[in-house]
């Protein structure tokens, strides 16, 4: 599975799983952590099946810099 970025497509993602991806990374890259952490959770609470969606969590949960809830 690729890391995807804004603009970045991978073979079995739908346009409303990759317009999620891309407002979550415009959230990050904005270090809005409390935006991009409640669109990911609201993503994978209706898509609980997007390996994307939950590689993404898995990514920003062991990150340095992502604040998750306390």
Do not use: F
């Not at 990759?18 to 959770?41: N, V």
């Amino acid at each position: 599975m690729p890391n995807l970025k804004v603009g970045e497509t991978a073979p079995s993602m739908d346009s409303a799983e990759q317009s999620l991806i891309d407002r979550i990374w415009t959230a990050i890259d904005a270090k809005d952590w409390e935006t991009a952490r409640s669109l990911l959770e609201d993503g994978i609470s209706v898509m609980p099946d997007s390996l994307n969606l939950l590689q993404l969590c898995r990514q920003l949960t062991n990150c340095k810099t992502w604040r998750p809830a306390a």
